[in-house]
């Protein structure tokens, strides 16, 4: 089963994606349109852009960047929302340093390895790793904020078996020696920006799973470990998304009016599209409540960041930096 769902199309939810991609959006109105977030509020502009915000928001990696997720109902590709963590988190910056631009290049079905040549989604320069490099040097000093989930789909076609472990074996290495070349080029181009990565949850834990459960969360910690040194060598924290999908908890435990499952197999089926029916599922990505959960994840690390810290207090003297969990409080 592909990551992506299928829909290896570029990013579509915010203009500023497809000014960084080959294409344009169809409209002389909308090329110019810039999403930005104040207050927690997503707001577009058509035609001229509006003053210039607070900062802005690259986030780069791969569906999840882009808030995938299936069409219920309906069978064949999903799409892209603007239901993501990104735009989740956009909200939460808003909220404290002021208007903020949200960048999403991410691109569906992305590896560490296409990330860095390009081949699956189109991007100005040829890549997305080229295309987040280009806007990170044209937007010095601008940049609040970078996220980064990249890895999952280095990984996911390995088959549950004995065999496979050579093909896990293959891609972990790619992760290290991919993904290590992008965060270094990252904190060249961004020296000072906060940038945050993103683990993973196992998708493959819902209730006819079987055996394959403890495939998937065994996959998933060894590449979850790997991405953790990587990020630590460059000292960028990680969002712990894994924790709150309860990636690992596999004891079988009762629940009232529930059967007995894994606190991991009852978390996917909440924060993902893995135990709905057919058409809609089996599908890995989460749904609204799984990429607010994700949001929280990267949240949680934010308020704990000096530099958001003192952007806050800059924008907010009065208040300061408060916490509150905006993507745990959306309903």
């Known amino acids: 089963m592909r990551w992506h769902g299928g829909d290896a199309g570029p990013g579509r939810p915010l203009s500023w994606s497809r000014r960084w991609s080959r294409r344009r959006p169809a409209g002389a109105a909308l ?11 997503a707001l577009a502009w058509p035609g001229s852009p509006p003053r210039p915000p607070a900062g802005y928001y690259l986030s780069l990696g791969d569906s999840l960047s882009q808030g995938f997720q299936p069409r219920p109902g309906r069978p064949g590709p999903g799409r892209d929302t603007d239901q993501g963590y990104a735009d989740v988190v956009a909200r939460f910056l808003g909220a404290r340093i002021g208007r903020v631009a949200l960048v999403k290049l991410g691109c569906p079905g992305e590896t560490t390895t296409t990330f860095v040549a ?14 987040g490099l280009r806007f990170l040097r044209a937007h010095r000093g601008q940049v609040a904020l970078v996220t980064i989930d990249l890895g999952i789909n280095d990984v996911v076609r390995c088959e549950p078996a004995p065999a496979s472990y050579s093909c896990v074996g293959r891609g972990l290495a790619r992760v290290e020696a991919n993904l290590g070349q992008v965060l270094a080029a990252v904190r060249a181009a961004a020296p000072g920006v906060a940038v945050v990565g993103l ?17 998937s969360t065994a996959v998933t910690q060894r590449l979850n470990a790997v991405l953790a040194d990587l990020y630590a060598h460059y000292h960028m924290p990680v969002a712990d998304v894994a924790g709150a ?3 690992g908890q596999l004891t079988v435990a009762a629940t009232a009016g529930r059967p007995a499952e894994t606190a991991a197999t009852a978390a996917v089926c909440r924060l993902t599209w893995m135990c709905a029916p057919p058409p809609t599922g089996p599908n890995l990505h989460a749904n609204g409540a799984g990429y607010r959960a994700m949001a929280g994840a990267v949240e949680s690390v934010l308020d704990q960041l000096p530099a958001l810290r003192r952007r806050a207090a800059l924008a907010h003297p009065a208040a300061g930096l408060q916490h509150h969990q905006v993507g745990q409080g959306l309903p």
């Open 199 to 215: 683990d993973y949850y196992a998708p493959f834990v819902q209730p006819e799973a079987g055996a394959d459960a403890g495939w």
């Open 245 to 247: 999908f309860r990636t």
């Open 118 to 131: 390009g081949g699956i989604c189109r991007r100005a320069g040829g890549s997305q790793e080229e295309a």
């Open 31 to 41: 090329a110019a349109a810039v999403a930005c977030v104040a207050g927690g509020i």
